[in-house]
């Protein structure tokens, strides 16, 4: 695989990765109340794809450690996050919503950090171009975020996890793509680091503080657009607020 070619794969990953991510923030909550979710209901729900962020990526960092496959924890997970996806489209009821999305949350958090590794094994020395990728993920979450404006004005607020579901396959199709010799993780060693000594440095104090805000934010601004239709404001135009 070129460099080139590379670069365009991990570009295309971010691209449609964050694009569900921006189907997902401002949407959901309102597709949610559209077939008659509480408040409670739809910030339990929220709190459960941010919740499982805890748990899942240390699993599945493990898994890959383990067995020296970080392609295939990617892959499983792209692929069960679609395939678990689809009984949405079945479910109306909130306690096997919250079920389902707890599945699905699971596997939609093993695929980003491990892909995070992939990128930068395939980087090398040239790290000070993962800006140059990364942007593509923010390209893909306004883009989405302004298109689905549209469409869901166009025909309802019930396209929403059509889209989120035709997303989800294309980033399954994405990660067949990746090559293996970058995907390759170390074998773990419980004695290659402490890991209380790494989150005592200063640095990464402050990025793990930043992190928790941001997630902060986004159970702030799951509400917020909730609050806005209460109060009045079109789907299409709290839909813009999520830029």
Known sequence: MTNNTS???HSFFYFFYFS??????????????????????IGFISAIMIGTKIIAPNIWGWLADFSGKRHT?????????????FFVFFIEKFFAMAITFFL???F???????????TMNSLGKNYNKYSNIRLWGS?????TVLSLSYLT???????????????????WIITLNINKSLSTANIF?????????????????????????MQISHALFTHFCYLLQENGYTVFQVEHCGL
Not at 108 to 118: D, F, H, I, M, R
């Open 7 to 9: 670069f365009i794969n």
């Open 73 to 85: 924890v990617i892959q499983i997970g792209s692929l069960f996050c679609f395939l678990i996806f």
């Open 153 to 171: 004005k166009l025909f309802s607020i019930e396209i929403v996890p059509y889209s989120i579901f035709i997303l989800l396959i294309i980033t």
């Open 20 to 41: 569900t991510l921006g189907a997902f923030l401002p949407y959901w909550p309102l597709y949610l109340k559209s077939i008659d979710f509480s408040a409670y209901e």
């Open 139 to 143: 390209l893909g979450f306004i883009f």
């Open 108 to 118: 939609w958090n093993a695929s980003l950090p491990q892909y995070e590794a992939v």
């Open 189 to 213: 060693r419980s004695s290659d680091m402490n890991i209380w000594k790494v989150i005592s440095i200063p640095a990464v104090m402050g990025l793990l503080v930043s992190c928790f805000l």
């Open 104 to 106: 699905f949350s699971f």
